[in-house]
């Protein structure tokens, strides 16, 4: 792995990454279990999980590795995937929310949610929750969520967060993704004074199976897409950095890129925005509820 910051020893630790069986996901679990990590292993089914570990035993043969299945377009897979680590550890050193999608045409989950704003940020939302007494209980824990460039140009509708009256595939992505950071900036506020750091990232355009659209649509933006992508390799650089580097052991709140923090855009720094956005996500996965 091309690096432009060396990964620090995980010795110890146990790190949870969610779409961790392709692309910068597999990445980052391979290397932060070459670093010693006790890595969780998050797929959509557990033949991806089993496969992806595998995969990074060929590479690493002394990883460990965990696998873990949910298809987190379902919120009960979500809460399911939650008490799994729950009865699988009793510390959680590192969370990364990596999972997500663009789905070019509207359509809705078993909840009856938008997809892309169901997968892409009300299951990292709910799965972070649920996860916190965990990370509360391991000294010095981080939340890491892959956000994206893409958040620029957009502002939340609050009247229509799901594209029912207006969808565009690419703007429901953009929409998810500010809501990513939004989130971050948030949970950060909610958290201060506690050990516990939440920073999110963009990890730059990167060729991997992302677009899960399988239409003529999804092959041409692919098609398109990679003529600009780099490789997961260069793309997990940045979640690798945050959840392994020293040097951001004591950084809360922030946006990166290219393992630097980086300036979002002013709506994904709108406090007022983030708040109500909590709020409503709270209501949506029931977590006012007791989860």
């Known amino acids: 792995m091309t690096s432009q910051a060396?990964?620090?020893?995980?010795?110890?630790?146990?790190?949870?990454?969610?779409?961790?069986?392709?692309?910068?996901?597999?990445?980052?679990?391979?290397?932060?279990a070459r670093a010693g990590a006790r890595v969780l292993l998050g797929g959509r089914t557990r033949q991806s999980a089993d496969d992806?570990?595998?995969?990074?035993?060929?590479?690493?043969?002394?990883?460990?590795?965990?696998?873990?299945?949910?298809?987190?377009?379902?919120l009960a897979e979500v809460r399911k995937l939650?008490?799994?680590?729950?009865?699988?550890?009793?510390?959680l050193d590192v969370l990364v929310n990596n999972a997500g999608g663009i789905f070019l045409d509207r359509r809705e989950t078993v909840d009856g949610f938008e997809i892309t704003f169901a997968v892409n940020?009300?299951?990292?939302?709910?799965?972070?929750?649920?996860?916190?007494?965990?990370?509360?209980?391991?000294?010095?824990?981080?939340?890491v969520t892959v956000?994206?460039?893409?958040h620029r140009g957009v502002t939340l509708d609050f009247?229509?967060?799901?594209g029912k009256r207006r969808f565009?595939?690419?703007?429901?992505?953009?929409?998810?993704?500010?809501?990513?950071?939004?989130?971050?900036?948030?949970?950060?506020?909610?958290?201060?004074?506690?050990p516990i750091t939440v920073n999110c990232l963009h990890p730059g355009y990167v060729n991997t199976r992302f677009f899960r659209d399988a239409t003529w649509k999804g092959a041409v933006m692919r098609g398109f897409a990679n003529l600009f992508a780099i490789t997961p390799e260069r793309g997990a650089e940045t979640t690798v950095h945050l959840a392994s580097s020293p040097d951001?052991?004591?950084?809360t709140g922030g946006y990166f890129a290219k393992c630097r923090p980086a300036v979002p855009s002013a709506a994904a720094r709108d406090d007022a925005a983030a708040r109500r956005l909590w709020d409503v996500s709270a209501a949506m996965t029931g977590l006012n509820d007791g989860g």
Do not use: C
């Open 168 to 194: 565009g595939g690419w703007r429901a992505y953009q929409r998810s993704k500010l809501a990513n950071v939004l989130f971050t900036r948030e949970l950060a506020g909610r958290l201060k004074g506690e």
């Open 6 to 32: 060396s990964v620090s020893s995980m010795q110890g630790k146990v790190v949870l990454i969610t779409g961790a069986t392709a692309g910068i996901g597999y990445v980052a679990a391979r290397e932060l």
């Open 121 to 143: 940020h009300l299951a990292p939302f709910l799965l972070t929750n649920l996860l916190l007494p965990l990370a509360r209980s391991t000294p010095a824990a981080r939340i």
């Open 52 to 74: 992806a570990i595998s995969r990074v035993r060929d590479e690493v043969p002394n990883a460990d590795l965990e696998p873990l299945a949910a298809d987190l377009s379902a």
């Open 248 to 251: 951001v052991a004591d950084v």
């Open 159 to 162: 009247d229509d967060l799901e």
């Open 147 to 150: 956000a994206s460039e893409a």
């Open 82 to 91: 939650a008490a799994d680590v729950a009865a699988t550890t009793d510390r």
